[in-house]
Protein backbone atom coordinates (compact mmCIF):
# COMPACT_ATOMS: atom_id res chain seq x y z
CA UNK A 1 0.00 0.00 0.00
CA UNK A 2 1.14 3.87 0.11
CA UNK A 3 4.54 4.82 1.71
CA UNK A 4 5.39 1.22 1.81
CA UNK A 5 2.60 0.03 3.94
CA UNK A 6 1.88 -3.82 4.48
CA UNK A 7 -0.65 -5.76 5.82
CA UNK A 8 0.07 -8.24 8.36
CA UNK A 9 -3.44 -10.76 9.64
CA UNK A 10 -3.77 -12.11 13.38
CA UNK A 11 -6.44 -15.03 13.94
CA UNK A 12 -6.94 -16.77 16.92
CA UNK A 13 -7.48 -20.85 16.61
CA UNK A 14 -9.11 -22.71 19.39
CA UNK A 15 -10.91 -26.17 19.64
CA UNK A 16 -14.21 -26.24 21.27
CA UNK A 17 -16.46 -30.15 21.40
CA UNK A 18 -13.70 -31.69 19.40
CA UNK A 19 -14.08 -28.90 16.39
CA UNK A 20 -11.52 -26.94 15.33
CA UNK A 21 -13.40 -23.33 14.66
CA UNK A 22 -11.56 -20.20 13.47
CA UNK A 23 -12.60 -17.13 15.56
CA UNK A 24 -11.76 -14.43 12.47
CA UNK A 25 -9.70 -11.44 14.53
CA UNK A 26 -8.09 -10.01 11.64
CA UNK A 27 -5.78 -6.99 12.71
CA UNK A 28 -4.76 -5.09 10.03
CA UNK A 29 -1.38 -3.12 10.83
CA UNK A 30 0.49 -0.61 8.67
CA UNK A 31 4.02 0.24 9.02
CA UNK A 32 4.49 3.96 9.17
CA UNK A 33 7.47 6.14 10.52
CA UNK A 34 5.93 5.86 13.89
CA UNK A 35 6.05 2.10 13.95
CA UNK A 36 3.26 -0.41 13.64
CA UNK A 37 -0.35 0.95 14.00
CA UNK A 38 -3.58 -0.78 13.52
CA UNK A 39 -5.96 -0.08 10.56
CA UNK A 40 -9.73 -0.83 11.43
CA UNK A 41 -10.92 -3.71 8.83
CA UNK A 42 -14.30 -3.35 8.47
CA UNK A 43 -16.14 -2.11 5.28
CA UNK A 44 -15.24 1.66 4.70
CA UNK A 45 -18.72 2.47 4.57
CA UNK A 46 -19.34 0.91 7.60
CA UNK A 47 -16.73 2.82 9.29
CA UNK A 48 -17.98 5.95 8.12
CA UNK A 49 -21.78 5.16 9.30
CA UNK A 50 -20.34 3.98 12.62
CA UNK A 51 -18.53 7.69 13.00
CA UNK A 52 -20.72 9.57 11.54
CA UNK A 53 -21.68 11.42 14.83
CA UNK A 54 -18.50 12.05 15.57
CA UNK A 55 -17.72 13.93 12.72
CA UNK A 56 -18.17 17.88 11.78
CA UNK A 57 -21.20 18.91 9.70
CA UNK A 58 -18.69 19.24 6.49
CA UNK A 59 -16.87 15.99 7.41
CA UNK A 60 -20.92 14.56 7.29
CA UNK A 61 -21.12 16.07 3.75
CA UNK A 62 -18.03 14.28 2.18
CA UNK A 63 -19.13 10.83 4.24
CA UNK A 64 -22.28 11.69 2.01
CA UNK A 65 -20.58 12.03 -0.77
CA UNK A 66 -18.10 8.67 -0.38
CA UNK A 67 -21.10 6.63 0.61
CA UNK A 68 -23.90 7.68 -2.53
CA UNK A 69 -20.65 7.59 -5.08
CA UNK A 70 -18.19 5.61 -3.90
CA UNK A 71 -17.22 4.97 -7.82
CA UNK A 72 -16.55 8.26 -8.15
CA UNK A 73 -14.60 9.06 -5.48
CA UNK A 74 -12.23 6.35 -5.98
CA UNK A 75 -10.96 8.19 -8.88
CA UNK A 76 -10.92 11.92 -7.08
CA UNK A 77 -7.76 13.49 -5.83
CA UNK A 78 -7.93 15.40 -2.72
CA UNK A 79 -8.38 18.46 -4.44
CA UNK A 80 -11.66 17.09 -6.71
CA UNK A 81 -13.29 15.54 -3.81
CA UNK A 82 -12.94 18.96 -1.73
CA UNK A 83 -14.45 20.56 -4.70
CA UNK A 84 -17.14 18.76 -5.36
CA UNK A 85 -18.18 18.93 -1.41
CA UNK A 86 -17.48 22.53 -1.62
CA UNK A 87 -15.14 22.29 1.59
CA UNK A 88 -11.63 22.73 1.55
CA UNK A 89 -8.46 20.44 0.67
CA UNK A 90 -7.25 20.06 4.37
CA UNK A 91 -11.04 19.20 5.46
CA UNK A 92 -11.11 16.13 3.09
CA UNK A 93 -7.40 15.11 5.01
CA UNK A 94 -9.04 15.35 8.90
CA UNK A 95 -12.05 13.42 7.19
CA UNK A 96 -9.90 10.49 6.22
CA UNK A 97 -7.84 10.89 9.55
CA UNK A 98 -10.87 10.74 11.48
CA UNK A 99 -11.47 7.47 9.81
CA UNK A 100 -8.49 5.58 11.16
CA UNK A 101 -6.38 6.10 7.36
CA UNK A 102 -2.81 7.44 7.79
CA UNK A 103 -3.12 9.15 4.18
CA UNK A 104 -5.81 9.92 1.25
CA UNK A 105 -3.66 7.06 -0.44
CA UNK A 106 -4.90 4.77 2.43
CA UNK A 107 -8.47 5.55 2.17
CA UNK A 108 -8.60 5.43 -1.51
CA UNK A 109 -7.20 1.93 -1.45
CA UNK A 110 -9.74 0.97 0.96
CA UNK A 111 -12.71 2.13 -1.06
CA UNK A 112 -11.01 0.41 -4.28
CA UNK A 113 -10.76 -2.89 -2.50
CA UNK A 114 -14.26 -2.69 -1.67
CA UNK A 115 -15.35 -1.42 -5.04
CA UNK A 116 -13.22 -4.49 -6.46
CA UNK A 117 -14.98 -7.10 -4.32
CA UNK A 118 -18.53 -5.99 -4.73
CA UNK A 119 -18.78 -4.83 -8.27
CA UNK A 120 -20.31 -7.23 -11.09
CA UNK A 121 -19.96 -7.24 -14.46
CA UNK A 122 -22.19 -5.08 -15.34
CA UNK A 123 -20.88 -2.71 -12.78
CA UNK A 124 -17.34 -2.60 -14.41
CA UNK A 125 -18.61 -2.32 -17.84
CA UNK A 126 -19.97 1.26 -16.66
CA UNK A 127 -16.99 1.94 -14.70
CA UNK A 128 -14.26 1.16 -17.13
CA UNK A 129 -15.98 3.06 -20.13
CA UNK A 130 -15.34 -0.25 -22.13
CA UNK A 131 -18.95 0.25 -24.58
CA UNK A 132 -17.14 1.99 -27.57
CA UNK A 133 -13.73 1.88 -29.24
CA UNK A 134 -11.32 4.35 -27.70
CA UNK A 135 -7.90 5.35 -28.94
CA UNK A 136 -6.41 5.88 -25.51
CA UNK A 137 -7.51 2.59 -24.26
CA UNK A 138 -3.95 1.23 -25.09
CA UNK A 139 -2.01 3.84 -23.16
CA UNK A 140 -4.36 3.59 -19.91
CA UNK A 141 -4.70 -0.07 -19.89
CA UNK A 142 -0.49 -0.07 -20.09
CA UNK A 143 -0.03 3.23 -17.72
CA UNK A 144 -2.65 1.25 -15.04
CA UNK A 145 -0.35 -2.07 -15.24
CA UNK A 146 2.90 -0.23 -14.71
CA UNK A 147 1.23 1.44 -11.56
CA UNK A 148 -0.20 -1.81 -10.23
CA UNK A 149 3.86 -3.20 -10.46
CA UNK A 150 4.93 0.46 -8.75
CA UNK A 151 2.36 -0.43 -6.21
CA UNK A 152 3.99 -4.39 -6.08
CA UNK A 153 7.76 -2.55 -5.44
CA UNK A 154 6.43 -0.37 -2.94
CA UNK A 155 4.21 -2.76 -0.76
CA UNK A 156 5.50 -6.26 -0.49
CA UNK A 157 7.06 -7.49 2.34
CA UNK A 158 10.08 -9.29 1.06
CA UNK A 159 10.93 -10.70 4.81
CA UNK A 160 7.52 -12.79 4.11
CA UNK A 161 8.55 -13.24 0.75
CA UNK A 162 12.08 -15.37 2.16
CA UNK A 163 9.93 -17.41 4.35
CA UNK A 164 7.84 -18.56 1.37
CA UNK A 165 10.73 -19.14 -0.90
CA UNK A 166 12.18 -21.20 2.48
CA UNK A 167 9.09 -23.31 2.50
CA UNK A 168 9.16 -24.09 -1.18
CA UNK A 169 12.90 -24.95 -1.24
CA UNK A 170 12.67 -27.29 1.99
CA UNK A 171 9.02 -28.73 1.61
CA UNK A 172 8.76 -32.55 0.57
CA UNK A 173 6.01 -31.44 -1.73
CA UNK A 174 3.97 -28.58 -3.15
CA UNK A 175 0.33 -28.19 -3.98
CA UNK A 176 -0.90 -25.08 -5.90
CA UNK A 177 -4.66 -24.82 -6.15
CA UNK A 178 -6.24 -21.70 -7.93
CA UNK A 179 -10.18 -21.15 -9.76
CA UNK A 180 -11.39 -19.44 -12.53
CA UNK A 181 -9.26 -16.69 -13.30
CA UNK A 182 -6.78 -17.20 -10.43
CA UNK A 183 -6.13 -21.19 -11.78
CA UNK A 184 -4.16 -19.42 -14.39
CA UNK A 185 -1.79 -17.89 -12.37
CA UNK A 186 -1.51 -21.64 -10.05
CA UNK A 187 -1.10 -23.38 -13.04
CA UNK A 188 1.79 -20.79 -14.11
CA UNK A 189 3.67 -20.96 -10.64
CA UNK A 190 2.50 -24.97 -10.45
CA UNK A 191 4.18 -25.69 -14.07
CA UNK A 192 7.25 -22.96 -13.43
CA UNK A 193 7.85 -25.01 -9.77
CA UNK A 194 8.35 -28.58 -11.94
CA UNK A 195 10.88 -26.76 -13.60
CA UNK A 196 13.57 -26.70 -10.57
CA UNK A 197 11.66 -28.99 -7.82
CA UNK A 198 10.15 -32.54 -7.93
CA UNK A 199 6.83 -33.21 -6.74
CA UNK A 200 4.24 -30.19 -7.26
CA UNK A 201 0.68 -30.64 -8.27
CA UNK A 202 -1.43 -28.59 -9.62
CA UNK A 203 -5.32 -28.27 -8.59
CA UNK A 204 -8.63 -26.69 -9.61
CA UNK A 205 -10.64 -25.98 -6.98
CA UNK A 206 -13.57 -26.45 -8.93
CA UNK A 207 -12.87 -29.75 -9.32
CA UNK A 208 -13.94 -31.80 -5.97
CA UNK A 209 -11.25 -34.46 -6.00
CA UNK A 210 -9.15 -31.87 -4.74
CA UNK A 211 -10.78 -32.35 -1.38
CA UNK A 212 -10.15 -35.82 -1.99
CA UNK A 213 -5.96 -34.80 -2.81
CA UNK A 214 -5.81 -32.49 0.24
CA UNK A 215 -7.99 -34.71 2.52
CA UNK A 216 -5.02 -37.95 2.29
CA UNK A 217 -2.23 -35.47 1.66
CA UNK A 218 1.07 -36.47 3.91
CA UNK A 219 0.91 -34.35 7.11
CA UNK A 220 1.79 -31.11 7.49
CA UNK A 221 1.85 -30.68 3.64
CA UNK A 222 2.43 -27.13 2.06
CA UNK A 223 -0.10 -25.97 -0.33
CA UNK A 224 -0.51 -22.64 -1.87
CA UNK A 225 -3.86 -20.97 -2.84
CA UNK A 226 -4.30 -18.10 -5.30
CA UNK A 227 -7.09 -16.13 -4.85
CA UNK A 228 -7.97 -13.29 -7.10
CA UNK A 229 -11.53 -10.66 -6.57
CA UNK A 230 -14.03 -11.50 -6.63
CA UNK A 231 -12.98 -14.79 -4.85
CA UNK A 232 -14.94 -18.05 -5.37
CA UNK A 233 -16.61 -19.76 -2.70
CA UNK A 234 -15.46 -22.69 -3.74
CA UNK A 235 -11.40 -21.48 -2.67
CA UNK A 236 -12.79 -20.27 0.49
CA UNK A 237 -13.70 -24.02 0.99
CA UNK A 238 -10.66 -24.81 0.49
CA UNK A 239 -8.87 -22.85 3.10
CA UNK A 240 -10.66 -24.07 5.59
CA UNK A 241 -9.97 -27.74 4.85
CA UNK A 242 -6.27 -27.07 4.50
CA UNK A 243 -6.38 -25.11 7.82
CA UNK A 244 -8.71 -27.93 9.85
CA UNK A 245 -6.04 -30.59 8.09
CA UNK A 246 -2.97 -28.54 9.99
CA UNK A 247 -1.83 -28.26 6.25
CA UNK A 248 0.77 -25.15 5.82
CA UNK A 249 -1.28 -22.67 3.66
CA UNK A 250 0.06 -19.94 1.56
CA UNK A 251 -1.80 -17.41 0.05
CA UNK A 252 -1.40 -15.41 -2.99
CA UNK A 253 -4.04 -12.35 -3.82
CA UNK A 254 -4.41 -8.73 -4.60
CA UNK A 255 -6.23 -7.33 -1.58
CA UNK A 256 -5.91 -7.27 1.78
CA UNK A 257 -9.86 -7.55 1.99
CA UNK A 258 -9.34 -11.76 0.19
CA UNK A 259 -11.34 -13.87 3.15
CA UNK A 260 -8.41 -16.48 2.46
CA UNK A 261 -6.26 -14.97 4.39
CA UNK A 262 -7.05 -15.20 8.02
CA UNK A 263 -6.95 -19.01 6.78
CA UNK A 264 -3.16 -18.66 5.99
CA UNK A 265 0.25 -19.12 7.95
CA UNK A 266 1.54 -16.43 5.06
CA UNK A 267 -0.10 -14.21 3.09
CA UNK A 268 1.38 -12.42 -0.01
CA UNK A 269 -0.72 -9.46 -0.90
CA UNK A 270 0.13 -7.66 -4.23
CA UNK A 271 -2.25 -4.69 -4.23
CA UNK A 272 -3.94 -2.94 -7.42
CA UNK A 273 -4.33 0.72 -8.05
CA UNK A 274 -6.60 0.36 -10.34
CA UNK A 275 -10.19 -1.28 -10.60
CA UNK A 276 -9.53 -4.05 -13.56
CA UNK A 277 -12.30 -4.75 -16.03
CA UNK A 278 -12.12 -8.96 -15.72
CA UNK A 279 -8.55 -8.89 -13.80
CA UNK A 280 -5.25 -7.89 -13.49
CA UNK A 281 -2.65 -11.08 -13.37
CA UNK A 282 0.23 -8.98 -13.75
CA UNK A 283 1.17 -7.72 -10.09
CA UNK A 284 0.90 -11.44 -8.93
CA UNK A 285 2.35 -12.80 -12.44
CA UNK A 286 5.80 -10.47 -11.57
CA UNK A 287 5.50 -12.08 -7.97
CA UNK A 288 5.28 -15.55 -8.96
CA UNK A 289 8.13 -14.89 -11.35
CA UNK A 290 10.64 -13.66 -9.09
CA UNK A 291 9.97 -15.98 -6.42
CA UNK A 292 10.74 -18.82 -9.11
CA UNK A 293 13.75 -17.38 -10.06
CA UNK A 294 14.87 -16.73 -6.30
CA UNK A 295 14.13 -20.31 -5.60
CA UNK A 296 15.98 -21.75 -8.57
CA UNK A 297 19.23 -19.89 -7.30
CA UNK A 298 18.93 -21.67 -3.93
CA UNK A 299 18.39 -25.12 -5.25
CA UNK A 300 22.68 -25.07 -6.54
CA UNK A 301 23.81 -28.25 -8.21
CA UNK A 302 20.35 -30.07 -7.29
CA UNK A 303 18.78 -27.78 -10.10
CA UNK A 304 20.88 -29.07 -12.74
CA UNK A 305 20.23 -32.13 -11.37
CA UNK A 306 16.64 -31.70 -12.32
CA UNK A 307 16.65 -29.63 -15.07
CA UNK A 308 18.84 -32.78 -16.94
CA UNK A 309 16.30 -35.28 -16.33
CA UNK A 310 14.03 -32.98 -17.66
CA UNK A 311 15.24 -32.27 -21.08
CA UNK A 312 15.90 -36.03 -21.42
CA UNK A 313 12.36 -36.50 -21.38
CA UNK A 314 11.53 -33.74 -23.89
CA UNK A 315 14.06 -35.23 -26.03
CA UNK A 316 12.90 -38.75 -25.55
CA UNK A 317 9.43 -37.83 -25.99
CA UNK A 318 9.98 -35.27 -28.51
CA UNK A 319 7.81 -32.77 -26.56
CA UNK A 320 9.72 -29.37 -27.76
CA UNK A 321 10.23 -28.09 -31.08
CA UNK A 322 13.46 -28.54 -32.66
CA UNK A 323 15.18 -26.57 -35.68
CA UNK A 324 17.31 -29.81 -36.22
CA UNK A 325 13.83 -31.98 -36.68
CA UNK A 326 12.23 -29.01 -38.57
CA UNK A 327 12.13 -31.38 -41.52
CA UNK A 328 10.29 -34.26 -40.40
CA UNK A 329 7.55 -31.97 -39.26
CA UNK A 330 7.00 -30.40 -42.70
Same mark, same amino acid.
Given at each position: ????????????????????????????? =??????????????? *??? *?? !??????? #????????????? #???????????????? =?????????????????????? *???????????????? =???????????????? !????????????????????????????????????????????????????????? =?????????????????????????????????????????????????????????????????????????????????????????????????????????????? !????? !???????????????????
Amino acid at each position: MADGSFFVWQHDIYNERKNIIFQSRPVLT =RMTKRGTEPIDMRSI *INV *IE !QKRMELT #PKGRLLADFVVSS #PGKVVFMTTKELSGSC =RVSEATVVRFVGQLGYDGYSSF *IQALRDLLDTELNLID =RLDLKDTRGPGGNRFQ !QVVSGEINNLKQLLESMDLKKVDSVIGWLHKSPSVTVIGSRLSFTLAYYLGWSLTKI =RPHVHILKGSDSTALDTLTFAPKNSLVIIIATTRYPNELIRIGKLVRRLNHRLIVFTDSSTCPLIRFADVSLVAPLRNIPFIGSPTALGCLINFIIQELAARKGGELATH !QRKLE !QTYRENDVLFNMKNENKIM
